[in-house]
T-cell receptor, first 115, second 115 residues
């Protein structure tokens, strides 16, 4: 079956530090990969996505590259801000597509950024 | 102008009771989902509906019964609540277009506490 593995958390960084959150996956078929973010007290929001190998998803200074050879989709940001404090989920969606598609999530990692 | 809304936001109830959570989306989407997030933030799909028809049912106890009166609404009814049902329940929706992955938009969640 499909699965997503994220590094263990929580992660605490100082403002302007470099962030890497590791994510690896196993999937049947050719998945699309995503990072979702959950700010305190809110639902999930799509942060970025990549739908084929070597694609780079980017948004709000965050980036992740779809690496088929290492089955990875690590999230990076060069300089984190206090407002980036949230829970980050790596997820995949493998065929079938359309109405039958479903997201498989990693366990999520809590990021806290200190001023 | 909320895209995906859920009611109630918080629900505290006794073991053995029956309760419902409601979800509505005004995005014109055809597909709706229920996800459960446990105390460790792990997210797992429960159900999905497409045009009022059940598509995905992920081995959820039959005490949980989703109902979709129309494609803009997907409600979740839970009978004989147990302590282990305590979680945050998220509703989501997507276009469900065939042959592609469709972004899922999440509601703010309903925090259910069973005492």
């Amino acid at each position: 079956g499909n699965s997503v593995t994220q590094m263990e958390g929580p992660v605490t960084l100082s403002e302007e530090a470099f962030l890497t959150i590791n994510c690896t996956y196993t999937a049947t078929g050719y998945p699309s990969l995503f990072w979702y973010v959950q700010y305190p007290g809110e639902g999930l929001q799509l942060l970025l996505k990549a739908t084929k190998a070597d694609d780079k998803g980017s948004n709000k200074g965050f980036e992740a590259t779809y690496r088929k050879e290492t089955t990875s989709f690590h999230l990076e940001k060069g300089s984190v801000q206090v407002s980036d404090s949230a829970v980050y989920f790596c997820a995949l969606s493998a065929p079938p597509t359309g109405a039958n598609s479903k997201l498989t999530f990693g366990k999520g990692i809590t990021l806290s950024v200190r001023p | 102008d909320t895209a995906v809304s859920q009611t109630p936001k918080y629900l505290v109830t006794q073991m053995g009771n029956d309760k419902s959570i409601k979800c509505e989306q005004n995005l014109g989407h055809d597909t709706m989902y229920w996800y459960k997030q446990d105390s460790k933030k792990f997210l797992k799909i429960m159900f999905s509906y497409n045009n009022k028809e059940l598509i995905i049912n992920e081995t959820v106890p039959n005490r949980f019964s989703p109902k979709s009166p129309d494609k803009a609404h997907l409600n979740l009814h839970i009978n004989s609540l147990e302590l282990g049902d305590s979680a945050v329940y998220f509703c989501a929706s997507s276009t469900g277009l065939a042959g592609r992955w469709n972004e899922q938009f999440f509601g703010p969640g309903t925090r259910l506490t069973v005492l």
